[in-house]
């Protein structure tokens, strides 16, 4: 039981710490989802005491009308959190291929430019 109440304690900081670093674009979503994460964990706690306590009809009771919906709201919660940072990822990951692309087509340009630069210079003092 110690080791569950460790792992629910380092849950509840560890989402506190990430919700430091949130950017305001997942703010709305990192909300949604730790107002989902503080019953949970409280439901799990109740769950555990009645199975503790010998009272299995109660927690399976328990867990399929309380604890249940609070793990399924949190699992969907959990999921928006994960597509966000999904889709922000591809659209950087977009970002940087557009970026390299166009450093691509510029290295090349002024390659050719060079170039071109070159030939006219050798012509001009080859005539000069």
């Not at 709305?28 to 555990?48: E, I």
């Not at 691509?104 to 012509?123: K, Y």
Request: include cysteine.
């Amino acid at each position: 039981m110690k080791h569950i109440d460790d792992l629910q304690r380092e849950t509840l900081a560890t989402l506190n710490g990430y919700g430091k670093a949130v950017p305001p674009s997942e703010k709305k979503l990192y909300a949604t989802l730790q107002s989902r994460t503080a019953p949970l964990v409280s439901g799990c706690a109740h769950f555990r005491e009645l199975v503790a306590s010998g009272q299995r009809e109660q927690a399976g009771a328990y867990w399929s009308k309380e604890s249940g919906v609070l793990s399924k709201a949190f699992r969907k919660d959990m999921q928006d959190e994960v597509d966000f940072k999904r889709a922000a990822a591809s659209s950087y990951a977009e970002s940087g291929f557009v970026a390299a692309y166009a450093a691509a087509v510029f290295t090349w340009g002024l390659l050719l430019f060079s170039a071109v630069l070159r030939a006219a210079l050798d012509i001009a003092v080859c005539e000069a």
